[in-house]
């Protein structure tokens, strides 16, 4: 195995800053789509199952992803929350192609971030078994960032339901 792909564990063992940000964004998504979630229960029966499809595993994969960058990493118990974690990103970006609430049969440019991670989900687990923890680790990051924070984030603007269901008079929802 090459060195440049291995890093030392002290490197990899513990959170650097980018990993605390990218678990807290992750917290506050989580929290803001239970509330939302919450919030919109008078209306649950009004929703397509396909949303409740496309809403669960990226609940899961929100709540998933802090415990994967702020703990110990390598061990069986990583590898396990790793897999539901890949296993609810597929189907949290695979789901979000039913989803064309907005504009009924058309895709939306969000939809292009399921894509990419749908595209990278395989790159991070090969990396992962081949050692090649830097490409794992910035592939995961690029995933967290496009396919949870900036897609999740945009669940919460532009009438989107959550937004509707949060409805904080902030003139985003």
């Known amino acids: ?18 990993d605390r940000v990218l678990g807290v964004l992750t ?3 989580l929290a803001g789509g239970l509330l939302a979630v919450a ?5 649950w029966a ?5 949303v409740w499809l496309h809403l669960a595993p990226a609940l899961l994969a929100l709540a998933l992803t802090p415990a994967l960058l702020w703990r110990r990493r390598g061990d069986a118990r990583h590898r396990l929350l790793g897999k539901i974690w890949v296993a609810t ?15 009924p049969g058309h895709y939306s440019p969000i939809h292009l971030l399921s ?52 409805d904080l008079g902030l003139g985003i929802g």
């Not at 919030?39 to 209306?43: S, W, Y």
């Not at 009004?46 to 396909?50: A, E, F, G, I, K």
């Not at 990103?89 to 504009?103: H, N």
């Open 115 to 166: 894509i990419f991670t749908l595209a990278n989900l395989p790159v991070v687990v090969i990396s992962a078994r081949r050692g090649n923890l830097v490409r794992h680790r910035q592939t995961l990051r690029g995933i967290i960032i496009g396919g949870l924070v900036i897609a999740g984030g945009f669940t919460f603007a532009f009438h989107r339901l959550l937004a509707q269901w949060l």
């Open 39 to 43: 919030r919109g229960m008078p209306q």
């Open 27 to 29: 917290l506050v998504l």
């Open 1 to 18: 195995m090459d060195k440049q792909h291995k890093l030392p564990p002290a490197a990899y063992q513990g959170p650097d800053r980018l």
């Open 89 to 103: 990103m597929a189907l949290t970006a695979g789901s979000s192609l039913l989803v064309q609430e907005i504009r």
């Open 46 to 50: 009004m929703v397509r199952w396909t």
